[in-house]
């Protein structure tokens, strides 16, 4: 990845990141806002209907003077003290008195808690009024409207309830009535937008989700909150318990405020924080850009121009040096480095071809001396021979003649070598089978290997059939071969195993050959490739100097693995397309 595209990436995520961070802190600090809004709103609902409750308790209380003092009342008081009183006069009294004032519930008891008339249940006319104890005490009076249980024949409802007491002479009359509590009663309240009143009813459809809260509110009966429902309808329900005058809970208010609001809002903090991401980004994009280019353009021609040096070609044109600060002294601190380079590679290149042309001579002049010294003796000898007989002089002749022939041939022999190696032909290239190419070099040592005055060596090949076809230069390839073989039979005087095999290699070959000779030391294996170096008797050193410079034309790398009394194995790999290589 470029050091531009990076920066892009770089760019990208710290947008994203801030736009992720600050979108996650306003949705967190708008639900902080809508919970504690929620909590006061509910707390302002809760406030109000505990008003509207006192005013409905006033309201009861005085509705309930008024008919106490009324008429019918009074006369109904009179007659309970005449011996004559016939209460079944009176079953019809409560209704037409809690429908003039407005009530839901109005009973009309005596003074042993008989009921004399009831609004809500007129057929328990002469039956005992729930409110008497057990032993026959008189209810209690309540100046003040209580929330309180009332047992209907249906059903069992909840209202405000009040007691008045009328007494004429020993006679006491009790009023007790009241409103009920009920949906209807909540519905005079005024509400905020999504926001609803109800009470928790049994069996009630509407609110039998709320049904675990109501439980746990009756039983700790203490306020409760939940959230309740799914997808868009989550509503926040705060429950709030009802309780009599003896603590025990009535009924269950449920205050439910509607999330539909918060998600909206949540929705659109969340397009706006994607909204403002996707424009963050490609403004940060178009500075980065920007930036990338004043600072990644001359990064990039820099290291342009350091793969160029690195492949070899040192004659490149100086990268730009009109930036600044420290990529601009880098360029030009590098434009001077290439330079300074050059002339020492120059002047590098022309004393390592003096010390080779030198060298050169003095290997050629070494190996032709010993061929000569032979040659020169034998050529005195012929000189002294001619004062011999005839017969003698041509014996001496005749053995002068095969000295000369093999001096000769050893001359010509050093003069072939040191001619090979100073003008290696540029290979030829083309497909070929490195298989047939180690097949056809192994046959050529089959007649000398199978020579009866030659130690036993035994030769194992382990060619692979999977290895593709490579771009090289049969012959030069196949005299490379040639050379490591018979350095291989070279280090096996005595005889001993050689290997030689083939392996894929990753884009490639892989050739190794293998002896179980004496092996070779540290510092012969670190010279084994200098020119002129050799570890043998009769060598001028150039043979596997000659092998590396064929695997350097086909690209590829040769290197040796041997240790004192192991053996040696040499490993060449070649790619299998070396303009793929040199690219």
């Given at each position: ?14 947008v ?16 902080q ?8 709103r509910t ?8 008003r ?24 109904t ?11 079944a ?7 037409p008195?809690?429908?003039a004032?407005?009530l839901?519930?109005?009973d ?22 729930p ?11 309540t ?8 047992d209907?024949?249906?059903?069992h ?28 009663f ?16 049994d ?42 005058h ?35 980004i ?22 342009d ?28 601190s ?15 290149v ?29 050529i ?29 041939a ?33 046959k ?19 060619l ?6 490579i ?6 390839l ?6 490591l073989?018979?350095?291989a039979i ?6 001993g ?19 179980t000779?004496e ?6 294996r ?14 001028t ?39 793929t290589?040199?690219?």
């Open positions: 990845m470029t050091l531009r595209l990076r920066l892009f990436a770089l760019v990208a995520v710290l994203t990141l801030t736009v992720v961070l600050v979108t996650s802190v306003v949705a967190s600090s708008a639900r806002a809508f919970a504690t809004l929620d909590a006061q707390a302002a609902i809760a406030a109000q209907i505990r509207e409750f006192a005013v409905q308790q006033d309201q009861i209380a005085q509705r309930l003077e008024r008919i106490a003092a009324s008429d019918t009342v009074q006369r008081v009179t007659e309970l003290g005449r011996s004559t009183a016939d209460p006069r009176h079953v019809g009294d409560a209704g008195l809690a429908a004032q407005g839901d519930f109005l009309l008891v005596d003074d042993r808690g008989k009921i004399l008339s009831s609004a809500q249940t007129p057929a328990r006319f002469g039956y005992r009024h409110a008497w104890a057990d032993g026959g005490a008189a209810a209690p009076a100046p003040a409207a209580l929330l309180q249980r009332i209907l024949p249906s059903e409802a909840v209202g405000f309830i009040a007691t008045r007491t009328v007494t004429a002479g020993d006679h006491r009359l009790y009023v007790i009535g009241g409103r009920r509590l009920d949906d209807q909540l519905a005079a309240l005024v509400l905020p937008e999504g926001m609803r009143v109800r009470l928790y009813r069996g009630d459809p509407a609110t039998d989700a709320m049904r675990p809260l109501a439980a746990r509110v009756r039983q700790t009966r203490q306020d409760a909150h939940e959230r309740i429902g799914g997808g868009d309808g989550v509503e926040s329900v705060a429950a709030i318990p009802l309780s009599g003896d603590g025990e809970v009535l009924a269950v208010l449920l205050i439910a405020s509607s999330d539909r609001e918060l998600s909206d809002l949540m929705s659109r903090i969340r397009w706006t924080g994607v909204l403002a991401g996707a424009l963050g490609a403004l940060g994009c178009g500075v980065s850009y920007l930036v990338a280019s004043r600072v990644t353009r001359p990064i990039e021609s820099l290291v121009a350091v793969r160029d040096v690195a492949d070899g070609r040192w004659n490149v044109d100086p990268p730009a040096t009109d930036a600044s600060g420290e990529v601009g002294a880098l360029a030009r590098f434009a001077r480095m290439t330079a300074q380079l050059s002339e020492q590679r120059d002047r590098l022309q004393a390592e071809r003096v010390a080779a042309w030198r060298e050169l001579a003095r290997r050629l002049a070494h190996e032709l001396k010993n061929p000569l010294f032979p040659l020169r003796i034998t005195d000898n012929l000189r002294r021979a001619k004062a011999l007989a005839p017969g003698e002089f041509d014996e001496v002749f005749d053995e002068s003649l095969g000295t000369l022939t093999t001096g000769l050893s001359l010509n022999t050093v003069v072939a070598r040191f001619s090979d190696f100073a003008r290696m032909p540029v290979p030829e290239f083309a497909e070929v089978p490195p298989n047939d190419i180690v097949r056809h070099a192994l050529l040592f089959d007649a000398q290997l199978a020579a009866a005055d030659r130690p036993p060596i035994r030769v194992a090949s382990d692979d059939a999977s290895v593709e076809p771009e090289a230069d049969a012959d030069q196949g005299r490379a071969l040639l050379n073989l018979l350095n070279d280090a096996m005087p005595q005889g195993e050689l290997t030689i095999r083939t392996r894929r290699a990753k884009g490639g070959v892989r050739i190794d050959v293998a002896d000779g092996g070779l030391t540290g510092e012969e670190a010279r084994l490739f200098t020119p002129y170096y050799t570890t043998k008797q009769h060598g050193g150039l043979g596997l100097a000659i092998v590396q410079s064929v695997v350097a034309d086909h690209r590829g790398r040769i290197w040796v693995e041997s240790e004192p009394g192991r053996g040696t194995t040499f490993h060449i790999e070649l790619p299998q397309s070396h303009e290589h040199m690219s």
